[in-house]
């Protein structure tokens, strides 16, 4: 078969024409034969007339599909397997197959002639043209994207632009580099030569490193990273313990709230929040306080835990190592061996909870003034190498089985405690509590039952018995360097009101369960949270008594709840709370405008 195909030369000599002149229109007679030059006439490929070549087809599709589906249907009803084919039943897919095909081209061919039966029309006017420019910007050049040669070339009126992409990303931001050598890194990360978790290590500058990898997310992601600072903070202190791959630093406003009298000591307690009015109200709580008297805070208990999860071929098994660890004698033997894992950490005791043939050991021990989470870990690990001598089938699932529980609120941490466990009291006078928290002790009694008790218990709460002992939690623990994400079993806590001295009075205390904190390791050795654990005293750690740094931060985070809840509960029973959150938690000022 003779398959005709058009010129890929153009029907007429492209030449650039002066801004008013149009160019040339194709003859209809010329226009005519390139349009036939790129049919496939059907008739060529078979020496039957396409009509009955045609209908030759459709009747074999339609007469092959409706003998298979007969026998298939025979073979359902006998329960025959339908991949068993005779030779009739392969002749007839064969004749399918070849149907199909046939018919696919058919179809195909039908639709190239509907597409160039534009160029058959009498006229040729400018949307003929425009929709042909279209077509061709839309596929691009035939030898990369695979679309066919365009039916037409128009001598273009201006230089042929390429097409754009209705997704293309914004141009990317792109800030000249301090260095050319800089420059040729930047554009290494970008193109993938360099990886960027390794900048620190191959340019042995940690700002360097930053600055490079804050300019290639600008010019990867087309977004401006201008409002996040890089200058005034030391990089070399969060290498390989704080933070991976930085490129900046989030600010976040400090306030002070106090004098905070507690157990005959004063304190100023720092609060990281972006929350208006949250500062201001727990400072009139510690005025609140202050006024009466102080508060006193009793540490309960003080013990960091982890949980591993071992499983055993049994529950025999697993039981039998329940009572092992549980023996006294035992226990000396192996709080031995986890206390060689740090001059600090002491093991106090194992709790063990069986779930068939799994065992969970949660290990409590003390931890000085170190939040402890790594240096209990390294116990455990020390303890489970010993047992799995002593105990070979022991398979060790995860060195922690979420029985300690850490960054998740559970019953466990709330009954048996996790870190410190604190309770802090107060007596409130009668005359305090309306000159300065606006209210009555009655109605301050009512509320807490009412909302914080009961309230809490219809909304099936857990550790959550209190007004919003979260939000002072997760203030003093940023700007301390605490870990933000122990805010979640730090912030269990329940809220005590009664009236005491005849009614006249109010005693309010808050139990705290686990409170995580420590003076040392973690953010806790950045400059601004060092700054902020030396206004309270608890910077570093004790020397002379180790631990009681942590157990006096304990002691404040307990103290600073109990004065936020104090003024939170009064502004609720006064009915001051939407008055004063509208006051300062709304800003009228234009922040655009504000130059950073």
Not at 184 to 192: A, H, L, N, R
Not at 376 to 404: A, H, R, T, W
């Amino acid at each position: 078969m003779d398959v005709r195909r058009r010129s890929e030369k153009p029907v007429y000599p492209s030449k650039v024409f002066a801004a008013d002149e149009k160019p040339l229109k194709p003859h209809k007679n010329q226009q005519q034969e390139d349009n036939n030059t790129l049919l496939i006439d059907a008739s060529d490929a078979l020496p039957l007339p396409l009509y009955l070549t045609n209908g030759l087809f459709f009747t074999m599709f339609f007469s092959v599909m409706y003998f298979l589906l007969s026998r298939w249907r025979e073979k359902i009803r006998n329960s025959t397997p339908l991949h068993v084919v005779t030779l009739s039943e392969l002749g007839a897919i064969v004749s399918l197959i070849a149907s199909v095909i046939y018919l696919l081209g058919f179809f195909g061919i039908g639709f190239v002639q509907t597409f160039v039966s534009r160029g058959n029309n009498d006229s040729w006017d400018e949307n003929d043209e425009e929709f042909l420019l279209k077509e061709d910007s839309r596929c691009g050049p035939a030898t990369t994207l695979g679309c066919a040669p365009p039916a037409r070339q128009i001598a273009p009126m201006a230089p042929p632009q390429p097409a754009m992409s209705v997704a293309e990303k914004p141009a990317p931001l792109i800030t000249p580099a301090s260095s050319e050598e800089d420059e040729e890194i930047i554009k290494s990360v970008v193109q993938g030569k360099i990886p960027s978790y390794s900048l620190e290590s191959k340019l042995g500058d940690c700002k360097r490193a930053a600055s490079i990898r804050k300019e290639v997310m600008q010019r990867i992601t087309g977004k401006s990273l201008e409002g996040l600072p890089l200058e005034g903070f030391n990089y070399e202190s969060i290498l390989g313990q704080c933070c991976e791959m930085p490129i900046g630093y989030v600010q976040i406003p400090v306030g002070i709230a106090g004098p905070l009298l507690l157990n005959g000591k004063e304190f100023s307690v720092p609060m990281a929040t972006t929350e208006g009015c949250l500062v201001a109200s727990t400072n009139r709580g510690c005025k609140a306080i202050y006024a009466s008297g102080g508060a006193t805070c009793i540490l309960l208990r003080d013990g960091m835990t982890r949980a591993p999860c071992v499983r055993f071929g049994t529950a025999k098994r697993a039981a039998e190592l329940k009572f092992f660890v549980e023996d006294p004698i035992k226990f000396e033997t192996l709080a031995n061996v986890f206390n060689q894992s740090s001059r600090f950490a002491r093991l106090q005791r194992i709790q063990c909870a069986i779930a068939g043939k799994n065992l969970y050991m949660r290990f409590v021990c003390s931890t000085g003034d170190a939040m402890g989470m790594n240096m209990v870990s390294k116990g455990v690990q020390n303890v489970l190498d010993y047992l799995q001598n002593e105990y070979p089938d022991m398979d060790v699932i995860g060195i922690s089985g979420n029985f300690c529980s850490d960054k998740k609120p559970s019953a466990v941490n709330w009954i048996e405690g996790r870190g410190k466990s604190v309770v802090c009291e107060a007596i409130i006078t009668e005359e305090v509590v309306k000159k300065v928290l606006k209210t009555e002790v009655a109605a301050l009694v009512e509320l807490n039952m009412l909302k914080n008790l009961t309230g809490s218990a219809m909304a099936g709460a857990l550790g959550g018995f209190n007004a919003h002992a979260s939000n002072i939690v997760s203030a003093v623990f940023i700007a301390t360097g605490q870990d933000p994400a122990q805010n979640i079993e730090s912030s269990h806590c329940i809220t005590m009101m009664e009236a005491v001295n005849d009614g006249k009075d109010l005693h309010i205390s808050v139990t705290m369960p686990s409170i995580e904190v420590g003076t040392v390791g973690g953010g806790t050795q950045l400059a601004s949270q060092s700054a902020c654990l030396n206004l309270l005293g608890v910077k570093g750690a004790n020397r002379e008594a180790p631990g009681s740094n942590a157990r006096l931060l304990a002691t404040v985070v307990a103290g600073s709840v109990l004065a936020g809840e104090l003024s939170l509960m009064s502004a609720i029973s006064a009915g001051q709370l939407v008055n004063s959150h509208m006051k300062y938690n709304r800003s009228t000022k234009d922040v655009t405008k504000t130059s950073s």
